[in-house]
């Protein structure tokens, strides 16, 4: 007997979930998400980009195709990640179990911290194993394996190389030779102990918005910041052939939707330079109903743009991911707003091509 089936990776939230009632959203939203050319634009790309068709033929135990076979299938796995960072792993006292539940319910992808503040506060001592000294937010990487290989998650480790202050140690070398140095000594480190068991990792983060202050920044280059392909060619030297080095950015290059975004054009450059650059992050973050409310309230707020972007960067044939997404809840109206925009954007992003996984940041 031959079945005909079509096979689609789905999540409840993306169709279950109907309009909010009661959610004021602004006129602005309203009338471009649901603009009937957006949604048939989305339904289009999911049908495409997320569905395909099989035949199974059922057989007995000899190989003899079966008539009239009753068949059931339930669908276990998928290869899109819907993920979260992990960072309060067993850092939730008695509402551990319910964090992990609730993560592994929602989940199938997980960002573990590699921030080097953090990671290693003491040069030569990083807090790689379980056990390690406390810190908020910051389970030991070793923690976060072991989750993931009991319950299946796939990992990605973020990030192997920031310029931002705030999360480099203090004790970091400010002289740029030495600087390097230490990078290679920390990128060894990690790859000797997780690239075996964390496939994913962002090489390179916020590259675009380097601070002036930062040893490697260069004034002559801040479209194509030099320390970028340097860092991801040392990096490659170190890591498996199968793990991915993902380069990631802020929110702001998510537009505009043509070759002037700087970000694509980083990209561009990157790899008409033959640097192994083999994924491609967004950032999708609105920290505060202010900006929350600016975002719907302005022009950026336009699905048609949004999934522009998308094909556009889909034509360098690389995965793309959104990595780190915070849409809030605060203020009236808060979760209606939250669960309507979250819905919206998640189907959107389901929908572009070459859309890998999308990342929650915080349970």
Not at 66 to 90: H, P
Not at 138 to 160: I, S, W
Not at 235 to 245: A, D, G, I, V
Request: glycine share 6%; with cysteine; net charge negative.
């Amino acid at each position: 007997m031959r079945t005909f089936l079509t096979v689609v990776a789905t999540w409840a939230v993306l169709t279950a979930v109907s309009a909010p009632a009661g959610a004021e959203l602004p006129d602005n939203y309203l009338r471009r998400w649901d603009d009937p050319a957006v949604q048939k634009r989305i339904e289009e790309g999911i049908e495409r980009n997320r569905k395909s068709d099989v035949v199974l033929t059922i057989v007995d135990p000899d190989g003899r195709p079966v008539a009239g076979a009753g068949v059931k299938i339930r669908q276990t796995s998928q290869e899109f990640l819907f993920g979260c960072n992990i960072f309060v792993l067993g850092q939730m006292k008695e509402k551990n179990k319910a964090y992990e539940e609730a993560f592994l319910k929602l989940f199938n992808f997980a960002t573990a911290a590699f921030y080097w503040d953090d990671l290693e506060p003491e040069p030569g001592k990083p807090r790689f194993a379980e056990g390690s000294s406390y810190v908020w937010r910051r389970p030991p990487p070793d923690r976060v394996v072991a989750f993931g290989k009991k319950h299946g998650l796939t990992l990605k480790g973020h990030p192997l190389l920031w310029h931002s202050g705030a999360h480099n140690p203090q004790w970091m070398p400010k002289n740029p030779d030495e600087l390097k140095q230490r990078y290679v000594q920390r990128f060894r480190e990690i790859a000797e102990r997780y690239a075996k068991d964390i496939p994913i990792w962002d090489g390179v983060n916020e590259s675009l918005v380097c601070s002036s202050e930062y040893p490697l920044f260069s004034a002559e280059n801040r479209d194509a910041p030099p320390y970028v392909p340097w860092a991801f060619t040392e990096q490659q030297k170190l890591f498996r052939p199968e793990n991915r080095l993902m380069i990631n950015d802020v929110t702001s290059f998510n537009w505009p939707s043509n070759e002037t975004n700087r970000f694509y054009r980083q990209c561009a450059k990157l790899l008409d330079d033959r640097i192994g650059i083999e994924g491609i992050g967004f950032q999708f973050h609105f920290f505060s109903r202010e900006s929350l409310d600016g975002y719907l309230n302005g022009d950026r707020c336009d699905p048609g743009t949004l999934l522009d972007t998308y094909e556009l960067f889909a034509e360098f044939g690389l995965p793309l991911w959104v990595t780190e997404i915070t849409i809030g809840s605060a203020g009236e109206d808060g979760p209606e707003i939250q669960c309507r925009v979250v819905r919206d954007i998640y189907r959107l992003w389901f929908a572009s091509p070459k859309m890998a996984g999308i990342t929650w940041w915080n349970l």
